[in-house]
Structure formats: structure tokens, C-alpha cells
């Protein structure tokens, strides 16, 4: 019997550690540490309700563990066989405990392909990888096939680049292949900058190998011998995971030289990114990895020709080689029933913001967004209602309910107004003001941009003051124009795809939500209640019965008012930071 | 450059040439080697990228150039107790905002900066992907998830002494 915890960065912030350590010492009362054993995983997915504790073989599925409730698990389960109920999750709907992850509505739809391993292995653990069937592809393609027909399982596939470009794999193979050097390169770009994405991250820590096996895999098809993962700082415990796994797989002869008794070597390095959004751009990836600033070049030369060092480089995403060894194992053929069309295979998203399930998911491409944020989701947080679905991150846009069954896949998300980007969906009720979202993206590009051509380095901090101006309710209806001809001659200028892509959330939510710029613009009012500068608190007098809970929770002390009586707030002194309304558990104060 | 002079040590010097040395003093790998120094300064003011820029033979412009380019490196000292707010999309629409108003307002001080005390600095970053706790806030390596701004108090109660 294994007990499989949860070692993703959510579920440890949550005290994962101290529920191995506590499962394990209950184990060793009950003299059962040798039959059962404790294993910490990667991330199971379903971060909203972590830590999450899977006993194998039965599935039982716990959520929400706390470290005290290590005996119960222990004494109940593992010693009489009985399932803790308390522990087990409800389906909302239902009302009715699921104990199989199978059965439950997040799991449902999903295919993990890229995810396979995570929740499953331990990831520092060779051993465990081997065991399902981690190493197999490298094996294969190093005894069996050429390189070029390496080359043809993967372009036979249909896989596309997973950071953001949907680039087809096979193809940028070829090229580096073709290119002759004396030296070339394997680059992994684990420098995840779109905030709110975490798929490449929990892959690292979940299943560090099978992205070691595909490079490797790489290496063999493009004839390189060096491959070096850029990964950010900003990761410890992936650069914890990923040293372990480098050191794993040279002491097992399956990274170094003679690699599976033939000639072929291949060895992995790590480089630190150092928190700059630019460098998942690969012209910049490959100037921060030579210990410069991080700025794009243009291209051509692509880094398949000159990159690193200017050496062919080939450079792929965390998620892109997570999916190489199943297509090798599997064949191009299974793999390219999968998905749509032009999309094949399967896509990890990060679900986070007013959905009920935050977390990780793994669906083939095709599947529409109803179903992810309806279904695997669980809906809109508090039962409020859906406004707008942002993907792509800040290069990405904003979808509204028509699109909601829009099939996902990298065109038809181009074609929507937004992009598929490295995976990020972000979920935004009727509470959350788009112009408000729009400029929280433009602060965002406005510090990432690296500063080298002009269009996206003014350029977007003009964009920003001018939503700036709307947002405090001084803009005037020209500056919707303005915004528009400024992001498109900051789209058609730029250098790189930070620049073409940052005016995307603008433009996005021009054209689904324009009747709220407009409200900002002629009425100076929000519609969400979110631009604090358009706001004034009230108490309604008839719903204030004076329990004073609004008053003690002011931070400024704007609320005056005695026991039992009518509350008031100074408008004068209030900072409209919301914390009375949130405490008010009779509807009595409003936001105008 | 930075307004903080500190006057490197002997000791301090003997550090930075050791960290340089164990990169072979290759100028390609300046960003390991910060990472390296201020991990053990805590921080990377003016004289220790001065110091560093002459054990790699590189000018102190490119070395301050790379310095300033990425987030991960800071010119000012970190308080005791670093306190990171993430402003990552899924925090903010969880209310980020109003959580980093609030420990500015309790703390007196701004983004970047640090207390008189020397007790907490404040600074955002973008984030780290533990989505599922939105808002999240990091004080040292301690992550503090679902933070309301009335829970702001709390947290920095648990600091004081």
C-alpha cells in the first residue's frame, strides 16, 4: 500500500511536509512502516482543495488534509480499511462524497499525457520513473531509429510548441538538424513568466525526467551533445528537483557518455533566469543563458541557426518535451488522433481566479471552454456569474460567454481575439472591472518590457496612463480611439512578441466590453465596482442594525457610530478598500 | 548608483573572488555569479559590483546593466523578515491589491522599501504558482495563502519580536 502526498508548491505551503512526516511516524506506532509506504509526489492538479493524500491501490482520494488528521488516515484506513469520510471530496451538486478521483467531475474529462506522472511517482526517484516506462523512448530511438526518423515520428504527430507560439516541433527539429556545427544545442525554456501559470513548474517538480529523456531525445535527432534548461530562480524546489534528477540519471549511465552502450552522449547543465518576463522570448533566453541583459534580437537568424554561443540552438518549452517520450512509445499515429485538426495532442492549463477549482488540468485540445471552466472547473466561485475568461496571459485576451463553446486549439483562439499562450486561464466574475484588467496587464508589460525598441517601450507606458486616466474617470470617448490606433502601430512596430502581443487584453476588451470603457468614459462610473476612484461607500440606514463589525474592521477609522444605531462613513477619511462590506452580514453597506 | 555605501571588507573582497573563481572568472557567466554574491550579501550594492566587474574584467556599466535588468536582483538591503506580496494575475483578482495597501499602510512604508528597524521590507513579485491560495503573500520562505487584508494584522503579529 503506498500513501501518495501531495509535494506540489501549493499543497507544501499548506503543510504537506508535516503530513509525510506525521503519516510516517503513526505508520511506525502501528509497526506498519514497512508495508505501507509514504511517498511525496508531484502535483496532483486539484490545488484548490490541497493538500491532497491519494492511498494506492484503492484511489481513496483526501482533500484538505491537515497534518493532525495523519492518525485518523492511519488508524481508519490503513488499519481497519475504512475510507474517512470527513476527509473525502463532495461533489457540490450531488452532495455526495466521491472517493475515486476517476469519478469525479475535475478528473473526468482530462487526458494526462504531459502530466502522466505527476501525483503518481516520487519525483526524486529514478527508479519510480523507470518503472513507468520512463526512459523507454531514449532507449528506442538510440537502438532502433535514425534521427531523421525521429524527426518523422514527431512532425507525424502534429505536436506544436507548447510556450506560447504553437510552432510545429518536428520542424524546428529538422532545421536544427540540418544546420552543420561543430558544437549545437538542446534548450529547455522553464522560464515561466505568464503569471498565473504553473504547468511547466509543476511538471518539473512532478516528473523532472521525462523532460531530461526528451532532450536527450532532441539531442540524439538534432546531433547535439549539450542541452541546458533556463529555468527561474524563482523555483526552488523544481532547480532541487531537476539537480536531483541530473545527478540520478549520469549515476545510471542514462545522461553522459555511451548513453544505452552506443556512442551517442549527451549531458544537461542548469542556467538561472533571474525574473524577466522577456527571456521566455528565445533570442532573449539565449542572451540571459550567455550572462547578458535579456534582450530580443531580431529575427532571423532564428536560434536553429545561430543561437547559443551562435551555435544551432534548438529551443523548446517544459510542457512541448514532456509530451516526447509517449509519442515515441505510443507512435505519432496515437498521438495524432488526439485533438483537432490542426491542434493535436492534448493542453495543460493553470485554472485559477473566481472558479470553484483552481488548479491544473490536462484536456485534449478541442475541448471546448464551457466544459473546462463548467465542468472540470466547477463554475464561477460564490455563484456569481461569469463575465470573461483571459488567456494567453498578458500577451493573450479576454473571452466572453459567446465564446464559451469555442472549441480550444491554438488557431481558433487566434481567430477569438486572444491566444492560447503557455496555458494560463484566468476566470473573472461580473465583480471584476475590464478596464481595470486591461491596465493591470499594461502594468505588467510596462516592467517587463525590456526597453530596446521604442514602440513597446513608450509605446505601452502610453497605453497604460491613458486606461490610467479612464480608470480614475478623467478620460475623455477620443482616448478609446487613441487606444486603439496606439496598440496597433505598438503591434505592427515592435521587435519581439512581448511588443506585438502586449496590446492584446486592450484591444480584447475594447471589442467584447466596449459599453464599460464607455460607462467609465461618459458616466465616470465603474459597472464592477472595482475602480476605487469612481466609488463612493454607503450604509443603507434601513439594513444597519448597528453591530458595530463594520467599525471595528475600518483599518482608518471612517465608520463612526453608536451601538444599535445607524453606522456612518466619512467619505472624506475612507480608503474604500472593502473590508466593511465583507464583513456586513446584512447587506447594509453598498458601493455606488 | 545605489545611495547605500558600504565599504567591502576585507573578507567580503576574498568572498567575491572566490565566487568569481568558481565560474573561471568567464564573463558569460556574470548572471551565476550574482546570483552566487547575493546570496551571500543578501543584496548587490554599488562596491560588490564594482569588485565583481574587476575579477570577471568587464566594466562596472555592463555588470550594473545586468544588475538592473531582472527582478531577482536588488541594489538595497532586505529587511528581517522580506515580505513579497504576489501580484500575479490569479492573486489579483483574488484582491492582491488590497492585501499590499493594507501592509503598506500597517507597515508605513512603500514597495521597495524597508521599516526603520530594518524589521520588514516590502516588495511583489509575480507569481508563484501556488494559484490554488490566491492571495498569497510570503514572509521569508513562509507562504501565507488566502489573505484577506484583516488577516494582514495577524501575520505581522507573528514577526514582532
Redesign the interface.
Given at each position: 500500500m503506498h500513501l501518495l502526498v501531495c509535494g506540489g508548491?501549493?499543497c507544501r505551503?499548506?503543510e504537506s511536509d508535516a503530513i509525510v512526516t506525521n503519516l510516517q511516524q503513526e505508520l511506525e506506532k502501528n509497526g506498519l512502516q514497512d508495508q505501507v509506504q509514504v511517498v511525496m509526489t508531484g502535483c496532483f492538479g486539484f490545488?484548490?482543495k490541497?493538500p491532497i493524500v491519494k492511498v494506492s491501490p484503492d484511489n481513496t482520494f483526501y482533500t484538505q488534509v491537515k497534518p493532525e488528521d495523519a492518525a485518523e488516515i492511519v488508524a481508519e484506513h490503513v488499519v481497519k480499511g475504512r475510507q474517512v469520510n470527513r476527509l473525502l471530496y463532495k461533489d457540490p451538486e450531488k452532495k455526495e462524497t466521491v472517493s475515486d478521483s476517476k469519478h469525479m467531475d475535475f478528473y473526468k474529462k482530462q487526458i494526462r499525457i504531459a502530466l502522466r506522472n505527476c501525483g503518481f511517482i516520487d519525483p526524486e526517484n529514478l527508479d519510480e520513473y523507470i518503472a513507468r516506462d520512463g526512459y523507454m523512448a531514449l532507449g528506442r530511438c538510440l537502438t532502433e531509429l535514425k534521427p531523421q526518423d525521429v524527426i518523422n515520428e514527431i512532425k507525424e504527430s502534429g505536436l506544436r510548441g507548447r510556450g506560447g507560439g504553437g510552432f510545429p516541433t518536428g520542424i524546428k527539429w529538422e532545421i536544427a538538424a540540418k544546420n552543420d556545427a561543430d558544437q549545437k544545442y538542446v534548450v529547455c525554456n522553464a522560464d515561466?513568466?505568464?503569471?498565473?501559470?504553473?504547468m511547466d513548474?509543476?511538471i518539473l517538480e512532478g516528473d523532472p525526467h521525462a523532460v531530461l529523456e526528451a532532450m536527450a531525445i532532441c539531442g540524439y535527432s538534432t546531433n547535439a551533445t549539450k542541452g541546458l534548461i533556463y529555468i527561474r530562480?524563482?523555483?526552488p524546489l523544481a532547480i532541487k528537483r531537476l539537480k536531483i534528477a541530473i545527478d540520478q540519471a549520469r549515476e545510471y549511465g542514462l545522461l553522459g557518455k555511451n548513453i544505452f552502450g552506443t556512442d551517442f552522449e549527451f549531458d544537461i547543465e542548469l542556467?538561472?533566469?533571474?525574473?524577466?518576463?522577456v527571456c521566455g522570448e528565445e533570442t532573449s533566453l539565449i542572451h540571459?543563458m550567455?550572462?547578458?541583459?535579456?534582450e530580443p534580437t531580431i529575427k532571423p537568424p532564428y536560434p536553429a541557426e545561430s543561437g547559443y554561443l551562435g551555435k544551432p540552438t534548438n529551443v523548446n518549452n517544459v510542457e512541448t518535451y514532456a509530451n516526447i517520450p509517449v509519442i515515441i512509445n505510443k507512435g505519432a499515429n496515437w498521438f495524432n488522433k488526439i485533438g483537432t485538426e490542426k491542434s493535436k495532442g492534448t493542453k495543460v492549463f493553470?485554472l485559477?481566479?473566481?472558479i470553484n477549482n483552481?488548479?491544473l488540468i490536462e484536456v485534449p485540445m478541442g475541448t471546448t471552454l464551457r466544459e473546462v471552466i463548467f465542468e472540470i472547473g466547477g463554475g464561477i466561485k460564490d455563484g456569481k456569474k461569469f463575465k470573461a475568461v483571459?488567456t494567453g496571459?498578458p500577451s493573450g485576451g479576454c473571452l466572453t460567454e459567446e465564446h464559451l463553446d469555442t472549441p480550444i486549439d491554438f488557431d481558433n483562439l487566434v481567430q477569438a481575439g486572444s491566444m492560447m499562450g503557455s496555458g494560463?486561464m484566468?476566470v473573472?466574475d461580473e465583480d471584476?472591472c475590464m478596464v481595470s484588467?486591461a491596465k493591470?496587464?499594461l502594468d505588467?508589460t510596462v516592467e517587463e518590457s525590456?526597453g530596446k525598441c521604442s514602440p513597446c517601450r513608450i509605446g505601452n507606458k502610453r497605453l497604460y496612463e491613458l486606461l490610467d486616466r479612464i480608470t480614475q474617470g478623467k478620460g475623455e470617448m477620443e482616448d478609446l480611439q487613441r487606444l486603439r490606433n496606439m496598440s496597433q502601430v505598438i503591434k505592427d512596430t515592435s521587435l519581439c512578441g512581448l511588443g506585438q502581443t502586449s496590446p492584446n487584453p486592450v484591444l480584447s476588451t475594447l471589442d467584447n466590453f466596449y459599453d464599460e470603457y464607455v460607462a467609465h468614459v461618459t458616466d465616470k462610473k465603474c459597472p464592477a465596482g472595482q475602480c476605487k476612484d469612481l466609488m463612493t461607500y454607503t450604509i443603507i440606514e434601513e439594513n444597519c442594525v448597528g453591530c458595530t463589525a463594520c467599525a471595528r474592521?475600518c483599518?482608518?477609522g471612517a465608520i463612526s457610530g453608536e451601538k444599535k444605531q445607524v453606522h456612518n462613513i466619512d467619505p472624506e477619511i475612507c480608503?474604500k478598500?472593502?473590508?466593511c462590506i465583507?464583513?456586513c452580514k446584512f447587506d447594509a453597506i453598498i458601493v455606488k | 548608483m545605489s545611495s547605500i555605501k558600504v565599504k567591502l571588507k576585507e573578507a567580503d573582497l576574498n568572498k567575491i573572488k572566490e565566487i568569481c573563481k568558481s565560474f573561471d572568472n568567464k564573463e558569460g557567466e556574470l548572471i551565476n555569479v550574482l546570483h552566487k554574491t547575493q546570496e551571500h550579501f543578501g543584496y548587490l550594492p554599488a562596491e560588490v559590483q564594482e569588485a565583481v566587474a574587476q575579477e570577471l574584467k568587464m566594466s562596472v556599466a555592463k555588470v550594473y546593466g545586468v544588475v538592473t535588468f531582472y527582478s531577482f536582483f536588488t541594489m538595497l538591503p532586505k529587511g528581517k523578515h522580506p515580505i513579497s506580496i504576489c501580484t500575479g494575475t490569479a492573486c489579483y483578482v483574488r484582491g492582491a491589491d488590497n492585501v499590499l495597501q493594507e501592509f503598506k499602510r500597517q507597515l508605513d512604508i512603500e514597495v521597495g522599501e524597508t521599516t526603520k528597524d530594518g524589521k520588514f521590507s516590502l516588495s511583489c513579485l509575480r507569481c508563484v504558482g501556488a494559484c490554488g491560495l490566491a492571495p498569497v503573500v510570503l514572509v521569508g520562505d513562509k507562504t501565507f495563502g488566502r489573505v484577506s487584508p484583516d488577516g494582514v494584522k495577524e501575520i505581522l503579529e507573528q514577526y514582532k519580536d
Open positions: 508548491t501549493g505551503a499548506a490545488c484548490e490541497g515561466e513568466g505568464d503569471p498565473g501559470a504553473f513548474r509543476s530562480a524563482e523555483y542556467r538561472y533566469g533571474a525574473g524577466a518576463f540571459s550567455e550572462g547578458l541583459r535579456g493553470a485559477a481566479g473566481k483552481v488548479g483571459q496571459g494560463g484566468i473573472m471584476d484588467m493591470f496587464y505588467f525590456c474592521v483599518p482608518v480608503i478598500c472593502g473590508a465583507e464583513r | -
